[in-house]
């Protein structure tokens, strides 16, 4: 487990991150069933037309209270995610197997249900970040998200230079990968705890073009990106929620979802 510079106001040291684990939020038990806990008053969602698709649409939501209903801030945007669809992450919700497959590592699907979410990322500089209300890691060269199930540091973002050990075969290399990596935010899946092969490296990050796919992130259009990214508040308690049309419907009510 190692440590990054996070450029957030309540975060003036080094602290421990990981991809797995790196909920830096406030977050409160969920009313009843729903598993998006109480306390968060914005959501990100994102809706696909069925397990198999590989595209869907992305929108942002907010509400002052618990109490309040959801309201969206924005149109709904085209989102881009694995090619193979959704299989049901590691997140807040119980997971229900009959109605989707499970994500493993290397199965090219996105991950369904409800997530913490992480720090931004980019290339940027931190000075250059300024307004931004999450916390936030600069990606440099050194800086490695761990795939390799047989890694002790799987599914966390490691700066090599500082790694005790380099047990990994594969890793992303942030600092390499183009348009993608210029901005993200991490999505916590499969973080608590980590268990090895489940699925790593899940981010919300860029698209290149608008008619790719993913290995299992998701993407869309980065100018709209980056006005999420300025729009997450670290005291709203953001989650981001992922699935199909079908389950969207099921789940709407008993987890209380905009």
């Excluded at 003036?12 to 998006?36: K, T």
């Excluded at 795939?147 to 966390?156: K, L, P, R, T």
């Excluded at 700066?159 to 942030?174: R, T």
Aim: one cysteine or more; proline letters at 6%; glycine letters at 6%.
């Amino acid at each position: 487990m190692k440590s990054f510079i996070i450029n957030h106001p309540r975060y003036s040291r080094y602290l421990m991150v990981l991809v797995a684990c790196c909920s830096v939020f406030s977050y409160s038990r969920p009313p009843d069933n729903s598993p998006v806990p109480v306390n968060c008053r914005q959501l990100i969602l994102v809706i696909t037309d069925s397990v198999f698709s590989s595209n869907g649409f992305l929108i942002c939501y907010q509400r002052n209270t618990n109490k309040d209903a959801w309201t969206p801030v924005r149109n709904k945007l085209p989102a881009l995610i694995g090619r193979n669809g959704l299989g049901w992450g590691k997140g807040l919700n119980l997971i229900d197997s009959s109605k989707l497959p499970l994500k493993t590592e290397g199965d090219a699907r996105s991950p369904a249900g409800v997530f913490t979410l992480g720090p931004a990322f980019g290339y940027a500089k931190t000075d250059e970040m300024k307004g931004l209300k999450i916390p936030y890691i600069h990606i440099t060269q050194m800086l490695e998200c761990i795939d390799d199930a047989n890694s002790d540091y799987y599914n966390q973002l490691i700066l090599k230079n500082e790694a005790e050990k380099v047990d990994w075969q594969s890793s992303e290399k942030m600092y390499y990968s183009g348009k993608w990596y210029e901005q993200g935010v991490i999505i916590n899946h499969n973080s608590s705890p980590v268990i090895n092969g489940e699925g790593s490296c899940i981010f919300l990050h860029n698209w290149s073009q608008p008619d790719e796919t993913t290995s299992g992130c998701t993407e869309i259009e980065p100018a709209e990106l980056k006005k999420i990214i300025f729009w997450l508040d670290s005291e709203a308690n953001p989650v981001f929620v992922q699935l199909t049309a079908k389950l969207y419907e099921e789940y709407k009510y008993s987890w209380e979802l905009p």
